[in-house]
């Protein structure tokens, strides 16, 4: 099983760009979640998606835009990237929210904004 | 606004020692709360969890203490092994139906040989 795959690994854009950090899972988790992960501020969610076609807010939505068109995917929008997005990128997914609820989360996607 | 605040920001310990990471949470609408460990070039992984409704949780060398009436809960990592240098994290569950998990601020931990 490949897991939580996130692509690309690396990226640098130039202020005002725009781009999509992809996510796949192929564990059939209805739960997929986009955090950000900045030195000592942990990792704080951006948005997730509860199912195919539901998506919700999470802590630090503003700049960025997600939608959930199938199980698997869950891609990540940045519009007009500001220096302030530059951070490493964590996806993951989970199958439920009872029991363990253990998040499987991708390798991460680290991005810089110059 | 941090919910869960994580303490200290970085440990070094010897081989053999102690490690022990805090954490505090200052709402009461969790029903999980997980450790998260993360090496360098990886996402984190869950480690060990606790409900609530117990005091203590162990597996292996790793031990959470829970004190619901402080709304505080800690790791303890008895024997501490140079494999065991990662950063952890605490984090807390949203109840509810969505599985939002809430982190710490991260603890990066050194085992020195």
């Known amino acids: 099983n490949a897991g939580v795959t996130q692509t690309p690994k690396f990226r640098i854009l130039k202020i005002g760009q725009s781009m999509t950090l992809q996510c796949a899972q192929d564990?059939?988790?209805?739960?997929m979640y986009w955090y950000r992960q900045d030195p000592g501020m942990g990792l704080k969610l951006i948005y997730y998606?509860?199912?195919?076609?539901?998506?919700d807010k999470g802590e630090v939505p503003n700049g960025y835009n997600v939608s959930r068109s199938t199980t698997e995917d869950f891609p990540l929008r940045l519009e007009l990237a500001a220096p302030s997005q530059t951070s490493v990128y964590f996806c993951?997914?989970?199958?439920?929210?009872?029991?363990?609820?253990?998040?499987?989360f991708g390798e991460g996607s680290r991005l810089t904004v110059l | 606004q941090q919910q869960v605040k994580q303490s200290p920001q970085s440990l070094i310990v010897q081989k053999g020692g102690i490690s022990i990471i805090n954490c505090a949470y200052e709402?009461?609408?969790?029903?999980?709360f997980p450790w998260y460990q993360q090496f360098p070039g990886k996402g984190p992984a869950l480690l060990i969890a606790?409900?609530?409704?117990?005091s203590e949780k162990k597996e292996g060398r790793f031990t959470i203490s829970f004190n619901k009436s402080a709304k505080q809960f800690s790791l303890h990592i008895m024997d501490s092994q140079p494999g065991d240098s990662a950063t952890y994290f605490c984090?807390?569950?949203?109840?509810?139906?969505?599985?939002?998990?809430?982190f710490g601020q991260g603890t990066t931990l050194q085992v020195k040989p």
């Open positions: 993951a997914s989970s199958y439920s929210m009872s029991g363990s609820g253990e998040l499987f």
């Open positions: 564990m059939n988790h209805n739960y």
């Open positions: 998606s509860v199912g195919a076609g539901i998506t």
């Open positions: 709402n009461t609408a969790f029903d999980y």
């Open positions: 606790i409900r609530p409704d117990v």
């Open positions: 984090a807390a569950r949203a109840r509810g139906n969505t599985g939002k998990l809430i």
